[in-house]
């Protein structure tokens, strides 16, 4: 990610939120290559990663619009093209919104000193935040469009054993913030478990949590 950041921002965080956002249709149940999804909202992330509110807004509605234009295609082969297009850009501009409130937050939090702290507390913010931004599109406006949730990818695999103790929303917090603590680690090197013991903890307790329901 160091050498990602030496580049002009234009050169790869558009490809890479583009990427994040279509890498997402194929986690999806239709394809079921689940474990794509947390690889789709680790690109996204570190595509807005950095930047003031408005940039990242820019950006994370191209990530938005290939979120949503790849998992609801489906939609133009009955109504036509213009229904599924507004349809991805309403939603992709309640992404763009969540995307440019978590890239400030961020941004905020990595100014902290303690990074034991810093860490698992930027992991909690950006779950938080991702979680409340489905809520809104899975509410608003008109009932909302409760598709396209992180934790509907995750439908087929082990991990959907955590709906039983958090719900679907839930079980999309917990996916986010296992994202974002392996995230910080890989980036972290050898300072990974002491850095990042909280996130990586209680990642490893969620996922073995789910793994006893299937043994």
Request: charge should be neutral; avoid cysteine.
């Given at each position: 990610m160091t050498k990602l950041h030496r580049l002009p921002g234009v050169l790869w965080r558009?490809?890479?939120?583009?990427?994040?956002?279509?890498?997402?249709?194929?986690?999806?149940?239709?394809?079921?290559?689940?474990?794509?999804?947390?690889?789709?909202?680790?690109?996204?992330?570190?595509s807005i990663r950095g930047l003031r509110f408005w940039p990242?807004?820019?950006?994370?509605?191209?990530?938005?619009?290939?979120?949503?234009?790849?998992?609801?295609?489906?939609?133009?082969?009955?109504?036509?093209?213009?229904?599924?297009?507004?349809?991805?850009?309403?939603?992709?501009?309640?992404?763009?919104?969540?995307?440019?409130?978590?890239?400030?937050?961020?941004?905020?939090?990595?100014?902290?000193?303690?990074?034991?702290?810093?860490?698992?507390?930027?992991?909690?913010?950006?779950?938080?935040?991702?979680?409340?931004?489905?809520?809104?599109?899975?509410?608003l406006p008109y009932g909302g469009f409760p598709w396209a949730r992180v934790a509907q990818a995750l439908s087929e695999s082990f991990l959907s054993q955590l709906v039983y103790f958090v719900g679907i929303s839930g079980l999309t917090f917990v996916s986010v913030f296992m994202t974002v603590a392996i995230l910080q680690a890989l980036e972290a090197g050898r300072r990974a478990v002491k850095d990042n013991y909280l996130g990586l903890a209680a990642s490893l307790v969620a996922i073995a949590t789910a793994w006893l329901f299937i043994v």
């Open positions: 558009i490809p890479t939120a583009i990427v994040g956002g279509l890498l997402s249709s194929l986690a999806m149940p239709r394809e079921d290559i689940w474990p794509l999804i947390f690889v789709s909202v680790a690109m996204i992330l570190v990242a807004s820019g950006i994370g509605f191209l990530a938005g619009l290939a979120f949503y234009m790849s998992q609801v295609e489906w939609l133009s082969l009955y109504l036509g093209p213009i229904p599924w297009i507004a349809l991805s850009v309403m939603e992709a501009l309640i992404f763009a919104g969540g995307s440019g409130v978590i890239a400030m937050v961020w941004k905020s939090l990595e100014t902290l000193k303690q990074s034991f702290y810093r860490t698992s507390l930027i992991a909690l913010a950006i779950a938080t935040m991702w979680t409340a931004r489905e809520w809104v599109a899975i509410n």
